[in-house]
């Protein structure tokens, strides 16, 4: 039976970035690849079930407030443009309904 802590795992981790030749970064081993996962992952899923099983999480909670990345540009940009779209049809004459509203 084999016993590991995490610090076996961080040794595994950073052997592992040897022999992909790739640089080791601070703060990045397994919890900064389950942290990736979740972003990606809701790039593609939006069923909080999937979303929570492929990331190892039992609630959306926990998924969404410690491993998602509040402050991604992806999601910074889609906000931006968001909220210009919400201000366009604010403040234009026809509205996302167009003239008809009012005549029906």
Known sequence: MLFADDRT?????????????VEHQPGRAWYGLRRLNTDLAEDR?????????ITGHVDS???RRHYQERERPK???R?????HQLQTEVLSDSG???DDEEAA
């Open 75 to 77: 999601i910074r940009r």
């Open 45 to 53: 899923e939006h069923d909080e079930r999937v979303l929570n099983d």
């Open 79 to 83: 906000t931006a443009q968001l909220r």
């Open 61 to 63: 909670a926990t998924r």
């Open 96 to 98: 996302p309904g167009g």
């Open 9 to 21: 795992f961080n040794d595994w981790f950073r052997t592992l970035e040897k022999a992909a030749g």
